[in-house]
C-alpha cells in the first residue's frame, strides 16, 4: 500500500474524527479572528474618543478658574458699558487715494536701523506713542500687553548686557548656521550699543493673563498675536513723527 492509499483508508476510516477536527479548527479560527477585529475596533473607537477629547480640550485652551462654576463667570468688559457707534468720515475716492498713496510712501521709508541719535524725545511725544500701540485691536479687549518706557542710563545698560549676553548665545548656539550666515549682509553682532545710545527703550511685555477685583485669574486670548499688532501700531506710530 502506497502513502497515498494509506492516507485515504485513513480519512476513510476516521472521517468522524477528522470532520471534528476541521469544525474545531475552524471555530476556533472564527473566534480567534473575531477577537482581533473587536480588539482593533475597540482600539479605533478609543483613538477617536481620544481626538474628540482633544479637539474639546483645544477649544477650552483659554481655561480659568472660572470655568468650574458658571457663577463666578464674569465679562472682561462690565456688560453695560456704552458702546460708542463707530462713524467712519466720508471722502471722495481721490482723497482716499491720495491718503493712501501718501501713508504707503511715508511707510516704505521706514528702516530698521541700529544707530540712533541722543537727542532726548520729548515725554508728551513718548506718551503720544504708547497710546496709539494701546488703540490696537486685542482678543475680547482683553489689551494684553504693557509698554514699558526707559531712558535711565543705568537701567538702559543693564537691559544692553542682558541683550547682549542672550545674542551671544544666539549667534554661537542657538541660531542655525544659515541664519547666521543670512544675516552677514546686514553686519549684525551680538554687540548693541544702540541700546544704550538711544534715548529711550521702548519695551513690550505680553501679558498672558490679569487678575480681576474678585482677586480671580482674568485670562487673555490671542495674547501673542495681539501684542504683535500692538507693536506694529507702535512702529507705524515711530514712523509717523
Known sequence: MNIISLVV????????????ALIVCFVGFTIFHKNKLEA?????EKKEKLARTAA????????????EDPELLVPAIPEDTPHIVYQPPRRTDDEVL?????????????RTVRTFSAEPIPQDVLDNLIKTAGTSPSGAHTEP????????????EAIRNIV????????????????????KPFSTKPVKPYLTDAPALVL??????????????????????STAIAAGFLLAAIQVR
Open 145 to 156: 500687553w504693557t509698554f514699558v518706557v526707559v531712558q535711565d542710563p543705568k537701567t538702559k
Open 40 to 44: 482593533h475596533y475597540r482600539s479605533a
Open 9 to 20: 483508508w485513513t480519512l476513510e476510516k476516521n472521517c468522524f474524527t477528522v470532520y471534528t
Open 98 to 110: 491720495r491718503r493712501s498713496r501718501e501713508y504707503y510712501e511715508l511707510m516704505a521709508q521706514r
Open 204 to 225: 513690550v511685555f505680553r501679558q498672558a493673563y490679569s487678575w480681576r477685583p474678585d482677586g480671580k485669574k482674568r485670562m487673555h486670548y490671542y495674547s501673542e498675536i
Open 164 to 183: 547682549e549676553e542672550e545674542e551671544e548665545l544666539n549667534y554661537s548656539k542657538r541660531m542655525s548656521r544659515q541664519w547666521v550666515t543670512d544675516l
Open 56 to 67: 474639546v480640550r483645544k477649544e477650552r485652551d483659554f481655561r480659568d478658574d472660572s470655568d
